[in-house]
Structures are given as structure tokens and as C-alpha cells.
């Protein structure tokens, strides 16, 4: 079971919307940032979102980053065919021992 | 340009040692914190340990405090991973990632390297 916890799935037509919702609790989500990463089966991830909302230098302002409480949100729009991936969210989380990176379990994103 | 590229993934038995390497290239090295995050087969991901820049903190998931050890050598630009008393639940795509923030802890992996491919089994 993953500390912070995804939907394992969501899907949308190309063009459209899509949001993921990444839920934790006050000592992860709700004390520190919050990061957003992209996987193509096979390969290795790419960082899509960093400090909640930034986006690392070549990341297309299609993807986008949000926060509130202990939740956060990675929205994608204007979907393209090679959006479909995986998906996982990751913050630190400082009520274990001495602290730990803590990841989602992912979110498969296929485009209709 | 800016490079991670792991090695010294391998089969091992049980209880056995393991040691991964990875290079880096096109940064300033002894600038940033690095990680391993390891991925089981079919799974997600999974962060291992974390290094300070200077190498003098360090941080382990539970489920590998007091097995393995990570460390650096910032004048050679090489993170290793000593990994001792391997399990089973071991076996996974073990990436070496480089943190966003500059000689802070940023919790977030900016540069990622293709993964090296660690199997325990008899």
C-alpha cells in the first residue's frame, strides 16, 4: 500500500482534460512539496512538476500542478496520443524515521 | 550534456552483495543531492536512499536501513549503492536520479538514469 494514494487508472479523448488527484495526509502532502513525474512504459521517468506547481525547464505548460490540504492535482490538457503513460506523484514525508521520499502508486492515462 | 548512466546490476543469490555504480556527467556533481529509486517488475516506484550533496547526510527507506549503503566520491562524479543480505523483494530497475535543487534537499528528481537491472533469486 502506498503512503500516498492515486487512482490507477483515468482516461479522456484527445484534446480534452484530464486530472489526477494525489491524496496524503499532513505529514507528506500537507507539510511539503509536492512532485509530478511521467513514465512511458520502459523507460525511465521524467520530472513533470516540482514545488507543487513549477515546471522544469521544457515541460509544455499543458501540464500543471496544484495543491490543497493534503491533496494535490496534476492536470493535462489538451491531451495528445503521447500523453499515455504512467503517472506518479511524490513528496517527502517526515513522520517516518529520519524522513522518506514517499511515491504514489501511479496512474495509468490512456487517450482514447 | 547532462548524463546519469548506471551499472553493476547483475543475478544474485539470496543473502548475497551487490554494488551499483553510477556516473555522471554534464553538471557540477558535488552541487547536488542524489537518490537511487528502484522499480519492481510490473510495480511502481519505489525511493531507496538519498545522499547530501557533501555526502555527509544520508537517508534509507525502511525496508533497506542497515542492508544497504549509499555513498559518493564528488572528485570522481560517481554515486554508488552497496547492497548487502539481498532479498528477494530486492529485484527491481534500480535508477540513480539527480535532485532539481541546487545543494539542497529539493525532493524532486530532475535528471534520471536508464536504470540497471538487479534480479535476486536461486
Known amino acids: 500500500q502506498s503512503v500516498l494514494t492515486q487512482p490507477p487508472s483515468v482516461s479522456a479523448a484527445p484534446g480534452q482534460k484530464v486530472t489526477i488527484s494525489c491524496s496524503g495526509s499532513y505529514s507528506n502532502i500537507g507539510r511539503h512539496y509536492v512532485s509530478w513525474y511521467q513514465q512511458v512504459p520502459g523507460t525511465a521517468p521524467k520530472l513533470l512538476i516540482y514545488e507543487d506547481i513549477k515546471r522544469p525547464s521544457g515541460i509544455p505548460d499543458r501540464f500543471s500542478g496544484s495543491k490543497s490540504g493534503t491533496s494535490a492535482t496534476l492536470a493535462i490538457t489538451g491531451l495528445q496520443t503521447g500523453d499515455e503513460a504512467d503517472y506518479y506523484c511524490?513528496?517527502?514525508?517526515?513522520?517516518?524515521?529520519?524522513?522518506?521520499?514517499?511515491f504514489g502508486g501511479g496512474t495509468r492515462l490512456t487517450v482514447l | 550534456q547532462v548524463q546519469l548512466v548506471e551499472s553493476g546490476g547483475d543475478l544474485v543469490k539470496p543473502g548475497g552483495s551487490l554494488r551499483l555504480s553510477c556516473a555522471a556527467s554534464g553538471f557540477t556533481f558535488s552541487d547536488y543531492y542524489m537518490s537511487w529509486v528502484r522499480q519492481a517488475p510490473g510495480k511502481g516506484l519505489e525511493w531507496v536512499s538519498y545522499i547530501s550533496n557533501m555526502g555527509i547526510t544520508t537517508y534509507y527507506t525502511d525496508s533497506v536501513r542497515g542492508r544497504f549503503t549509499i555513498s559518493r566520491d564528488n572528485a570522481r562524479n560517481s554515486l554508488s549503492l552497496q547492497m548487502n543480505s539481498l532479498r528477494a523483494e530486492d529485484t527491481a530497475i534500480y535508477y540513480c536520479?539527480?535532485?532539481?535543487?541546487?545543494?539542497?534537499?529539493?525532493?524532486?528528481?530532475?535528471?534520471w538514469g536508464l536504470g540497471t537491472m538487479v534480479t535476486v533469486s536461486s
Open positions: 511524490g513528496t517527502w514525508d517526515s513522520s517516518l524515521s529520519g524522513g522518506h521520499v514517499v
Open positions: 536520479a539527480r535532485d532539481w535543487a541546487r545543494r539542497s534537499r529539493g525532493d524532486a528528481f530532475e535528471v
